[in-house]
């Protein structure tokens, strides 16, 4: 993984979009870590430290300039750190390995993974209720006007309008939406919204499992077609 640092926000290199906040906390910590012990960056402890094996070695590499690779941890609950010439033995943070990019989200894309050009039905239920909100055809949806604030709901639900949010699923009043495939009807996207409070959260049920807090427009147009 690359990274690059801009005050307290740290970015995958590819992906102009800062870490949540947990893990910008575990990236300081890490990197303020008190060094335990130092070794030379020699043959014989890259094999005793775990650096041998470069499959199965995790690497972080900051502002293109320096490269940290991960290697053993100890029955001490610390971790051999390697960095140009030397080996260190910092204090091991659970999650510090877990490098891979499931919570980090695009700026620059939509959250919801349709195009304008995509043709797809709208059915929105409530809870676990299929017959007390809408199912809306395609042909509806372009056609009729009153549709579209609905239709673009989807399209300009962009990662810069919402927060990654690691709560737990709510057990309030759901809205569940599908988007269907319009030809063979089979779901493209669904998700989950529901509001507490002030607040509206967006739950994606896709691979990643990804939470959001989104704006409250987005719930309330979306409300509107349940009953009562």
């Not at 910008?24 to 060094?35: H, I, P, R, W």
């Not at 972080?60 to 610390?78: M, P």
């Not at 304008?116 to 395609?138: K, M, R, T, Y």
């Not at 529901?194 to 739950?203: A, G, M, N």
Request: charged content about 25%.
């Amino acid at each position: 993984i690359a990274l690059s640092k801009d005050d307290s926000c740290y970015k995958i290199k590819s992906i102009n979009y800062c870490a949540d906040h947990n893990q910008v906390q575990l990236f300081n910590k890490f990197l303020n870590n008190e060094v335990n012990d130092i070794y030379e960056n020699s043959l014989e402890n890259r094999n005793r430290l775990g650096f041998v094996n470069k499959k199965n070695i995790s690497s972080v590499l900051i502002n293109n300039r320096k490269t940290l690779l991960f290697g053993n941890i100890n029955q001490y609950s610390e971790i051999y750190v390697q960095e140009s010439n030397k080996i260190y033995k910092v204090d091991f943070y659970k999650d510090i390995l877990d490098i891979s990019t499931n919570k980090w989200i695009d700026k620059s894309k939509p959250i919801i993974d349709i195009v304008e050009s995509d043709e797809f039905d709208v059915v929105i239920n409530l809870n676990d209720n299929e017959n007390n909100c809408i199912n809306i055809p395609h042909k509806k949806i372009i056609n009729n006007q009153k549709y579209s604030t609905l239709r673009n709901s989807f399209f300009d639900l962009y990662a810069s309008d919402v927060k990654i949010w690691n709560g737990e699923f709510s057990n309030n009043s759901v809205l569940i939406v599908h988007l269907k495939n319009k030809h063979n009807k089979k779901v493209k996207n669904s998700f989950y919204i529901w509001k507490e409070d002030h607040l509206v959260y967006f739950y994606k049920d896709n691979a990643d499992k990804q939470k959001f807090v989104i704006p409250n427009s987005v719930y309330e147009n979306i409300k509107s077609y349940c009953k009562k």
